[in-house]
């Protein structure tokens, strides 16, 4: 269990503005998604817990000791705080040999016992073969595998990732997620794991916390914040979404219905409890949920009839792009039946509809 | 006439020596200055430096008031290798080393610097007190151009003409290194002696240089 509440603040400089860390935050067993654009402080996070920097102020504790307190000036070195650290070029000493990466690790073992424990994780980890190697001799999957070993031989107590997947070809991507997944399941600690990346957040994280411009914005399930982002900001950000302005025209809370208005259309939406008539919102689509149909003429009532723009049919899904940056997914089979139309209607299931105040 | 080459052979004697006692003392200080905050680091810095600029007489002079006869390190130079330390080839090593240390902190600090600081923090994760942070990881990632740094620092200490002649002296065949030989040779006539000695001087500079230059890489790995 890890809790951390941090203030850092840097004055603008002649080439950055001013800047100010200011989180609160705690994370027990599984993996905790720090989620964010560059610069929003997620590093920084990571950096004060592992001990590189130290916060002006706040309380860092993992199981009741404390790595740092503001009030009573603790703060201690990075050595004495046992936190795996993950890099995010993995960081394996280059003038060393694999076997010699991990040995440095477990120094404070007996001779003995440190080659067993070597041994045992190089075989874990699959490695065995390849400890007599210099890091530039690995290849990247052998690399990520042998900075995890790495980092678990020193017996940590919070494993601290900073987005280990940057940089990763595909495979490599979904080899690091199978791995991690091991890792959680055979050295249960706290893990912290930094990205920007939505789909690796869904892949790995059991909690999130999405960071912005040094706060926490939103914390829940990576899930949850997906279906229910708390602001158009994080909506952007997670990168998913069809964004739309809208204003409320009508809402029925006894039909369960409402009518929106979205540029010149009209479609409809369920009730929303907590929105007035008249106030102007954002709608989130994602692209997945939205349905198309040919048209000839106007489009149907409650649809919109958008100018397609551009279509990349994938193996399996066509992605479409509409007038005014609208993104739709579609089944690539649905795609051929009406590949030759040249009119489109546009239509969102009102259950696929989320609303973020404007 | 043959050519005395015990000049040169002296000053790659006391080229040698400076280098590793330089080495000794300025990596810890070069560590200092590119790791630790504290008060007076910027006076430490430029105390490093100041033998590069000063002239090569008030480097001699002070030499000559700090370590001799009458001074309390002259004593105690005295006291324990029973003979004054001034006008000694030992003389001409501590007055290379003033000026071998200067060249050696600056680029080795900037070698340690520009290590990249992720291998140093990995280290810490790992439980690696800062001192075998330093000596099996920082040190090791930087040894080419530290190695570079002593090789420049070693030819310059070759060249100490000043600093030498005022506290060791010109004797022949004890104190009497190249750069003071050329210049003796040169005042006595004796021209075939000067010619060979900037020759060979020459030569092995340009070697050490040669050296450094391909210790240096362009990039460090990482």
Redesign the interface.
């Known amino acids: 269990m890890i809790s951390a509440r941090l203030r850092k603040a840097f004055p603008a400089g002649p080439d950055s503005r001013a800047f100010t860390l200011d989180v609160q935050l705690e994370a027990g067993a599984g993996v905790t998604v720090l989620f964010g654009p560059s610069g929003s402080g997620k590093t920084l996070t990571l950096d004060c817990i592992?001990?590189?920097e130290r916060p002006d102020e706040g309380r860092i504790l993992l199981n009741d000791a404390i790595l740092f307190d503001g009030a009573t000036r603790v703060h201690l070195?990075?050595?004495a705080?046992?936190?795996?650290?993950v890099?995010?070029?993995y960081?394996l000493?280059?003038?060393m040999t694999l076997r010699e990466n991990l040995e440095?690790?477990a120094?404070?073992l007996k001779n003995l016992e440190r080659r067993k424990r070597v041994s045992e994780m190089l075989e874990r980890f699959q490695l065995h073969e390849v400890g007599g190697r210099r890091p530039?001799e690995l290849s990247g999957g052998q690399k990520q595998r042998g900075s995890i070993a790495?980092?678990l031989?020193?017996s940590?107590r919070v494993l601290l990732l900073d987005e280990p997947a940057q940089g990763l070809d595909a495979v490599l991507r979904q080899e690091l997620y199978a791995i991690l997944r091991e890792v959680q399941h055979d050295f249960p600690m706290p893990a912290l794991l930094v990205t920007h990346d939505l789909e690796e957040a869904l892949e790995l994280g059991d909690q999130m916390h999405v960071f912005r411009q040094g706060r926490i914005v939103q914390s829940g399930t990576p899930q949850g914040v997906m279906d229910a982002p708390g602001s158009v900001e994080i909506a952007r950000q997670m990168g998913i979404y069809n964004l739309l302005a809208a204003e409320i025209l009508a809402l029925d809370p006894g039909r369960n219905t409402s009518l929106l208005r979205v540029g010149d259309w009209e479609i409809p939406g369920v009730y929303y409890p907590g929105h007035l008539k008249g106030s102007h919102v954002t709608l989130c689509v994602v692209p997945g949920q939205v349905r198309v149909r040919p048209r000839e003429g106007r489009a149907p009532a409650g649809t919109m009839g958008l100018e397609l723009l551009h279509v990349v049919a994938g193996p399996d899904r066509a992605r479409l792009l509409f007038a005014g940056d609208f993104r739709a997914e579609i089944a690539r089979g649905d795609w051929e039946g009406m590949a030759r139309a040249e009119e489109f209607a546009v239509e969102i299931p009102p259950s696929a509809l989320r609303l973020i105040k404007s | 006439m043959p050519i005395d080459w015990f000049p040169l052979w002296l000053s790659l004697r006391v080229a040698l020596l400076a280098t590793a006692i330089a080495a000794a003392v300025g990596i810890p200080v070069a560590y200092l200055l590119a790791n630790r905050e504290f008060r007076g680091r910027d006076i430490l810095d430029a105390a490093v430096t100041l033998p590069l600029v000063l002239p090569p007489t008030v480097v001699g002079y002070y030499l000559l008031v700090v370590l001799g006869r009458e001074s309390w390190l002259g004593h105690v130079y005295e006291w324990v290798f029973g003979g004054p330390l001034v006008f000694t080839w030992q003389a001409a090593v501590v007055a290379a080393v003033l000026h071998a240390a200067p060249l050696l902190v600056k680029s080795t600090r900037a070698a340690l610097e520009s290590v990249?600081h992720?291998?140093e923090?990995?280290?810490?994760?790992?439980?690696?007190?800062e001192w075998?942070v330093f000596l099996?990881?920082t040190l090791?990632?930087a040894r080419r151009p530290v190695l570079a740094a002593a090789a420049l620092a070693f030819a310059r200490s070759l060249g100490d003409f000043g600093v030498t002649i005022m506290v060791a002296g010109n004797i022949p065949g004890r104190t009497q290194t190249v750069a003071v030989a050329i210049y003796d040779a040169v005042e006595g006539g004796n021209g075939d002696t000067a010619r060979w000695m900037v020759l060979v001087v020459s030569a092995v500079s340009l070697a050490l240089l040669t050296l450094a230059n391909r210790l240096t890489p362009r990039r460090i790995?990482?």
């Open positions: 592992a001990g590189f070195p990075p050595q705080r046992r936190c795996g650290y890099f995010q070029n960081a000493f280059p003038h440095f690790a120094a404070t530039h790495r980092a031989l020193a940590p | 990249d992720a291998y923090r990995a280290a810490r994760t790992l439980g690696a007190p075998k099996r990881v090791p990632l790995p990482g």
